[in-house]
């Protein structure tokens, strides 16, 4: 299988900016569909954002026209480049396959002033 590593998680001002990264073990040239998730304390977990192999992208209305994500087949990375940052966009993001495989540890981002 193949395994995902998010990272780029942290402390950030509201309206500021982070760059979440997932880094694939293995291709995922095949793999039709990645997306970020996220939880917050309390909350379901929810898909955030979704890419599938030709570049077509669905986000959640939460974060429409502020995130955007993209995927490199050929370096096997996910990304998520999120913008005017909330404080409800406060949760651990994790990025799988769509539909979900196995969860990873996640990266912690915290929108906080």
């Known amino acids: 299988q193949v395994h995902l590593v998010e990272s780029g998680g942290g402390l950030v001002q509201p309206g500021g900016s982070l760059r979440l990264s997932c880094a694939a073990s293995?291709?995922?040239?095949?793999?039709?569909?990645m997306g970020w998730y996220r939880q917050a304390p309390g909350k379901q977990r929810e898909v955030v954002a979704g890419?599938?192999?030709?570049?077509?992208?669905n986000y959640a209305d939460s974060v429409k026209g502020r995130f955007t994500i993209s995927r490199d087949n050929a370096k096997n990375t996910v990304s998520l480049q999120m913008n005017s940052l909330k404080p409800e966009d406060t949760a651990v993001y994790y990025c799988?396959?769509?539909?979900?495989?196995?969860w990873g540890q996640g990266t912690q981002v915290t929108v906080s002033s």
């Open positions: 799988t396959k769509i539909p979900p495989g196995y």
């Open positions: 293995g291709s995922i040239f095949s793999i039709s569909a």
């Open positions: 890419i599938v192999s030709g570049g077509r992208t």
